[in-house]
């Protein structure tokens, strides 16, 4: 009986050693900041677009088209200007004679924070400018995700 009862005692103290041993890891406590960039830029872009080539029975719907398509064309500048131009060329050699070369691009990205600072006709052209403040950006960007670098560990 004796030895049923040192096996108990010996189960129970090595159970509580492991608990108090695994209680022993490192805490730590981190602390973050964010750091703004040194600079905002403001980007601007324009776009445009000829009225009469515009798809609509009328002149109104025409000059309405035209607005759409200058707007687009100023996001797709902005989007060259803050993500890239991604340029791909294609050369084909045939019996010893190159063949025309084949050169396309394209931009994709999100574009948040831009405004429209003036849209107006000139002439057969519709025209759109665009602004893009990266304050603004930065900030919409802070909401969404915050970015932030680590200040200090303090361990205990």
């Given at each position: 009986m004796m030895k049923f009862f040192s096996g108990i005692y010996a189960g129970i103290s090595a159970v509580m050693l492991l608990t108090t041993l695994s209680g022993c890891g490192v805490a730590s406590h981190r602390q973050y900041e964010v750091v703004a960039p040194q600079a905002f830029p403001v980007l601007t872009a324009t776009g445009m677009a000829p009225i009469s080539l515009q798809l609509g029975r009328t002149e109104q719907e025409k000059q309405r088209q035209a607005m759409r398509?200058?707007?687009?064309?100023?996001?797709?500048?902005?989007?060259?200007?803050?993500?890239?131009?991604?340029?791909?060329?294609?050369?084909?050699?045939?019996?010893?004679?190159?063949?025309?070369?084949?050169?396309?691009?394209?931009?994709?990205?999100?574009?948040?924070?831009?405004?429209?600072?003036?849209?107006?006709?000139?002439?057969?052209?519709?025209?759109?400018?665009?602004?893009?403040?990266?304050?603004?950006?930065?900030?919409?960007?802070?909401?969404?995700?915050?970015?932030?670098?680590?200040?200090?560990?303090?361990?205990?």
């Open positions: 398509a200058a707007t687009l064309d100023a996001y797709r500048e902005l989007v060259e200007q803050v993500h890239g131009l991604n340029v791909s060329v294609a050369s084909q050699l045939e019996e010893q004679q190159l063949k025309p070369q084949q050169l396309s691009a394209d931009a994709s990205g999100t574009i948040r924070g831009a405004k429209v600072v003036r849209s107006y006709p000139l002439g057969d052209t519709y025209i759109t400018e665009l602004e893009l403040d990266y304050q603004t950006l930065w900030q919409l960007q802070q909401q969404r995700q915050p970015r932030t670098t680590l200040k200090s560990v303090s361990y205990y």
